[in-house]
């Protein structure tokens, strides 16, 4: 069970775009559209920006986008806003009734 | 309101026993996957364990599997993780969080307790 990888960090500057990876393997990432993405800030509770892959929960604005290729899944957020800066953490089913969440990636707006 | 509030956590000294509860209020708890999810200080989210609806499955990482058991009251809108023989590396934040999106995403999470083992 080992965390999915994703960049310890990540930036841009507001109204660009930065898309952060989250790599996994054939049994977990590559292998089940089941790929979500949560926003956290510390001290508050995650709040999810994408599931299964792509699809955009209500609420959460267009500018994040979600893709994934092989076994590397890819949050994107465009047009960066300065309430975007954040931890951010991709999440996937691994087969078996086991999940794993990769390791976070901080997001600055500079 | 749609809501989860964790309670439970506390001091603790490594080998002992803590059960923590996420109580659930404004939908219909019985109806949905629950898990547990940690945040140790400083480090990133780790998936813990999870319950079906109808408490017919459990799961677990690998790093609790054994030690940790999580269980649920439906008639009480209540989630459970009983952990035993603690370790300072179980230290951390705990939250729930609902099934509430398909493939497995949560869509409401709760504020999280703060666990920590130490003698």
């Known amino acids: 069970q080992s965390a999915l990888t994703q960049p310890p960090s990540a930036s841009g500057s507001p109204g660009q775009s930065v898309t952060i990876s989250c790599t996994g393997t054939s049994s977990d990432v590559g292998g089940y559209n089941y790929v979500s993405w949560y926003q956290h800030h510390p001290g508050k509770a995650p709040k999810v920006m994408i599931y299964?892959?792509?699809k955009r929960p209500s609420g959460v604005p267009d500018r994040f986008s979600g893709s994934k290729s092989g076994n590397t899944a890819s949050l994107t957020v465009s047009g960066l806003q300065a309430e975007d800066e954040a931890d951010y953490y991709c999440y996937s089913y691994a087969g078996s009734n086991i999940w794993v969440f990769g390791g976070g990636t901080k997001l600055t707006v500079l | 309101e749609v809501q989860l509030v964790e309670s439970g956590g506390g001091l603790v000294q490594p080998g002992g026993s803590l059960r923590l509860s996420c109580t659930a209020s404004g939908f219909t708890f019985s109806s949905y996957w629950m898990h547990w999810v940690r945040q140790a200080p400083g480090k990133g989210l780790v998936w813990v364990s999870r319950?079906?609806?109808?408490?017919?499955?459990?799961s677990y990482a690998d790093s609790v599997k054994g030690r940790f058991t999580i269980s649920r009251d439906n008639a009480n809108d209540t989630l459970y993780l009983q952990m035993n023989s603690l370790r300072a590396e179980d230290t951390a934040v705990y939250y729930c969080?609902?099934?509430?999106?398909?493939?497995?995403?949560?869509?409401?999470w709760g504020q999280g307790t703060m666990v920590t083992v130490s003698s």
């Open positions: 969080a609902r099934v509430g999106l398909t493939g497995g995403a949560f869509d409401i």
């Open positions: 299964e892959v792509s």
């Open positions: 319950i079906k609806s109808d408490v017919t499955s459990a």
